[in-house]
């Protein structure tokens, strides 16, 4: 019993976001590629995509909390959806819905606001090869290169009202 508590207490504090209760980094990761951006939005979705990375970037420094949906704690995708929330788009609240759900994006056509995925897992691509995610409950929200973490995947969230799917 002595060994099961902090064993427990140490798994319950590094597992982040993930469903699974683990996270693997991508060995190499250090020398992976940044991501290199895709053509910008247009003037309308600019405008809501900086309201995203806005509200994201104000996030930085706040605790992780699993299930947050904010203000004063976030898991990750409760950050992506808050935020997204702010550019009045609604996205699913789990990384599986979103994998599920929102269209998928090639890496090398990604943009500021679209969504890095990992299994149990998502960040909001800032741009420039840099993202902003709830990392885990010793880190919590932070601001760091995609190299650092390649996602496996990546997610773009609508804008127009008719193709936003209802959410339960």
């Known amino acids: 019993m002595r060994i099961l508590v902090p064993t427990l207490g140490a798994m319950l504090i590094l597992t982040g976001c993930s469903s699974s209760g683990h996270r693997r980094w991508a060995p190499n990761a250090a020398l992976a590629p940044p991501v290199a951006d895709a053509e910008p939005a247009s003037p309308e979705a600019s405008t809501r995509i900086s309201e995203v990375i806005t509200y994201a970037e104000a996030q930085v420094g706040k605790p992780y909390c699993w299930g947050g949906e904010g203000p004063r704690c976030f898991?990750?995708?409760?950050?992506?959806?808050?935020?997204?929330?702010?550019?009045?788009?609604?996205?699913?609240?789990?990384?599986?819905?979103?994998?599920?759900?929102?269209?998928?994006?090639?890496?090398?056509?990604?943009?500021?606001?679209?969504?890095?995925?990992?299994?149990?897992?998502?960040?909001?691509?800032?741009?420039?090869?840099?993202?902003?995610?709830?990392?885990?409950?010793?880190?919590?929200?932070?601001?760091?290169?995609?190299?650092?973490?390649?996602?496996?995947?990546?997610?773009?969230?609508?804008?127009a009202p008719r193709d936003i799917a209802r959410w339960p």
């Open 75 to 159: 898991d990750c995708a409760g950050l992506a959806q808050m935020a997204w929330s702010r550019a009045g788009v609604r996205i699913p609240r789990t990384s599986h819905d979103i994998a599920r759900s929102l269209p998928e994006v090639a890496m090398d056509e990604l943009r500021a606001g679209d969504l890095l995925w990992w299994p149990g897992h998502v960040a909001i691509y800032e741009g420039n090869g840099w993202m902003i995610e709830a990392f885990n409950s010793r880190r919590g929200v932070v601001r760091r290169p995609t190299r650092s973490y390649p996602p496996r995947r990546a997610f773009r969230p609508v804008f």
